[in-house]
């Protein structure tokens, strides 16, 4: 059940009614539920969705790609580069309206840098003659920030519009749970900090320490691994961020007593001076 979110989907709507091209990005943390709204939005609707993959190789993620414009049929005839494939789709756009979506972005921009410039290209030279709408979605903030909106990014002054996706408010996360209590509601609000996949593992049929005991602390259920899940996929050596959580979780409030327990206690990190941030170096 989708819950919330009206105001994103007027904006997109209002969009798509434009019988001109429009780009709008989206972005936001991850399990903020930007795939979730981009579904909602074009379930009714001509659409192409994609989805780039972390560290996939990029003529594979063109193999998904081609299969993705081609209503992912096996036997669809596959692109030789992303050139190609955005000829397509602008072939598909000037016949019907037509939204193009590229789910996390940044990765396929891992996979080839030069996807952007690309794109660029056929937003000015081609896309821009139709009204087709194209939504390009990452979880990656400061890439979305730098590569997509920025005035250094070839994309800069195409987007027609843009939606910076935040955690949901409490009136609304109470709806994911309506039979618990108020103060329960509240409490669970405080410990999903408002993030719609972590409110959707709450049971309102169980109260709410069973809740919390069942996703927090039972090492088989979704939330018990993800802090640890979510750092792994940001940072390629994630230890010394997991280092400085379990610090403060352990008390550890003012920075010289988060740099106690890193680099002077026993943690494995003490020796790795070398990723001192600067902030712990000006000290």
Same mark, same amino acid.
């Given at each position: ?39 909602? /939005? ?27 414009? /081609? ?7 596959? /692109? ?10 602008? &072939? ?54 730098? &590569? ?26 109470? &709806? ?47 939330? /018990? ?7 792994? &996929? ?5 230890s010394l961020y997991q280092a400085i959580i379990t610090a403060i979780a352990s008390g550890g409030s003012q920075m010289k007593d988060i740099f ?24």
């Amino acid at each position: 059940m989708f819950i919330g979110r009206q105001k994103e989907l007027d904006t997109l709507n209002k969009q798509y009614e434009k019988n001109e091209f429009s780009f709008i990005p989206i972005y936001g943390r991850r399990r903020v539920g930007k795939t979730q709204l981009i579904e909602e /939005f074009i379930r009714d609707k001509r659409a192409i969705f994609f989805t780039g993959v972390n560290k996939e190789h990029y003529k594979d993620q063109i193999v998904r790609l081609s299969r993705a414009i /081609f209503d992912n049929s096996e036997s669809s005839p596959v /692109f030789s580069d992303f050139d190609k494939a955005m000829e397509t789709v602008y &072939q598909m756009a000037g016949k019907e309206k037509l939204i193009f979506v590229i789910d996390e972005f940044p990765y396929l921009v891992g996979a080839n840098g030069s996807v952007v410039s690309i794109l660029q290209q056929f937003i000015d030279l081609k896309f821009l003659k139709t009204n087709m709408m194209l939504i390009l979605a990452g979880s990656s903030l400061s890439f979305m920030e730098n &590569q997509v909106l920025s005035t250094q990014s070839p994309l800069y002054g195409r987007r027609t519009g843009q939606i910076k996706l935040l955690p949901v408010d409490f009136q609304t996360a109470r &709806q994911f749970a309506p039979k618990l209590s108020k103060l329960d509601q509240a409490v669970m609000y405080g410990v999903t900090g408002g993030i719609p996949k972590y409110l959707t593992l709450f049971d309102d049929n169980l109260s709410l320490d069973e809740n919390l005991k069942s996703q927090f602390f039972d090492r088989n259920e979704y939330l /018990f691994e993800e802090p640890g899940n979510l750092l792994k &996929q940001e940072y390629t050596d994630p230890s010394l961020y997991q280092a400085i959580i379990t610090a403060i979780a352990s008390g550890g409030s003012q920075m010289k007593d988060i740099f106690t327990y890193i680099f002077k206690g026993s943690h494995p990190m003490k020796k790795k001076n070398q990723w001192l941030p600067l902030k712990m170096k000006a000290r």
